[in-house]
Every structure is written in C-alpha cells, then in structure tokens.
C-alpha cells in the first residue's frame, strides 16, 4: 500500500483466526533498495501504477512468504553478529520472492506493459523535443513513476533519459539546419538553455562542429547531384 491510501481488511468469516502482520517500508529505504536494484521495487511500483493492492496466494506460497516474514520478526528481536546484515538480506529476499511471483504469474502481460510503456515514452519525446522533457513532466504526462521511465530507457537503450533527449535533439537539429534553419534557431527551439552547451553536445555527438557538420552535408550533397563526368 502506497503511503496515504486508505485500506482496510474484510474478514469473510468470524469462525478463522485472523493476524494481521504489519511490514512497513520507509520511502527512504525504498529509494536505497531502488538504487541497488530496481527489481526490489517491481511490486510496489506495478501496483502503484496499476491501483491493484491484493496478492492472493495459494496455501505453498502463503506459507513460503509467512516463513519469510518470520525469519525476518525473529532477526529483529536478537543481537546476534551480523544482524542487520541478515536482516537486510531477508526483507530482499522477501520483495524479490514477491516481485517473482507476481512476475511469472502475469509474465506475458507484464511483458507486453514494458514494451508498451517504453513505446509510450519515446514517442511522447518525439513528439515533444521542443518542450518540457524533465523526468517530472514525463511522469506527470504519462503516469508513470520518474523512477521506472529511467530505467525503461537505461535498459532498453543503455542511455540515462537526459542522453537519450539530447541525442534525438542534435539529431533533429541536424534535419533543421540541413532544411534551412539557422543553427542558433534550432538550438534555441529544441530546448538547449544555452549555445555553449549545444556546441560541446554536438562537437561530442558528431566530431565536428554544427558548422563544420552542415559544410560537409552541403559539400556532400551538391557532390551527389552534380552530373557525372563533371
């Protein structure tokens, strides 16, 4: 459960037992666990997206998440060495053991929802290169987390988000300057802050300077048009 949304348990029938077990998460341990390893998380943030709160379980996985969860309540309540390495180890292991099972049984479709989120983005960024592309108008736009739109690009470009936007602006700078549009024009419209900036972007993307690069397109192409033998 996301912080701030309202739950409550629905007992079905006063004649079973009912525990209720507590496993509380800080945001700012979500973060570290994010950092490490955004598999951690897989749980939280499809359900975060897709508003689904409940796991329902089968008495084997019931009883292997429960065994778990114990490990973990007993850890807290020693002092042996290398409790709080232990410690971590199980609730990773719990949330890995969770993301897995949640995984394998919507693997086709969670699959489908990667490859379709990842479309999403990249072709709101197409659309877009001359506007707020910050991962927070991303996020706000598109309904995703800041923190699964990184990792949809770093892994399915091996990009951070920033070198993946400012590779498809040069590259539409190219086909403006190459249409006629002044190189400080376009660097201006697709949202470079400052020329400076475009300048070492290009220089790095391209080996040559904006300059340098348009003579050379220029030279090439009236090359290819010139009648053969001249």
């Keep these: 459960m996301p912080p701030g949304t309202a739950h409550r348990a629905v007992v079905r029938s006063g004649d079973t037992a009912y525990r209720r077990f507590v496993f509380w998460?800080?945001?700012?341990?979500?973060?570290?666990?994010?950092?490490?390893?955004?598999?951690?998380?897989?749980?939280?943030?499809?359900?975060?997206?897709?508003?689904?709160y409940v796991l329902p379980t089968d008495p084997l996985e019931f009883n292997s998440l429960r065994g778990k969860?114990?490990?973990?309540?007993?850890?807290?309540?020693?002092?042996?060495?290398?409790?709080?390495?232990?410690?971590g180890l199980g609730v990773r292991d719990?949330?890995?053991?969770?993301?897995?099972?949640?995984?394998?049984?919507?693997?086709?479709?969670?699959?489908?929802e990667t490859v379709s989120s990842f479309q999403a983005i990249v072709g709101y960024i197409a659309e877009h290169l001359e506007g707020d592309l910050s991962l927070d108008a991303l996020s706000r736009e598109l309904f995703l987390s800041k923190f699964y739109i990184a990792h949809l690009i770093r892994e399915n470009t091996g990009m951070s988000l920033h070198q993946y936007i400012v590779k498809k602006r040069l590259s539409a700078c190219c086909e403006a300057m190459q249409g006629g549009e002044s190189i400080g024009a376009c660097c201006a419209r697709l949202g470079f802050s400052d020329y400076s900036g475009f300048y070492r972007a290009f220089v790095k993307e391209y080996g040559l300077s904006p300059s340098a690069y348009l003579r050379e397109r220029v030279f090439t192409a009236a090359a290819n048009e010139r009648p053969e033998g001249k």
């Design 25 to 52: 998460l800080s945001e700012s341990f979500c973060e570290t666990l994010r950092a490490e390893l955004p598999d951690y998380l897989f749980l939280f943030d499809r359900a975060r997206r897709r508003e689904e």
């Design 69 to 87: 969860l114990f490990a973990i309540l007993e850890e807290l309540h020693t002092d042996r060495f290398g409790r709080d390495v232990q410690i």
């Design 94 to 112: 719990l949330l890995l053991t969770l993301g897995r099972m949640v995984w394998q049984r919507n693997g086709a479709r969670a699959r489908r």
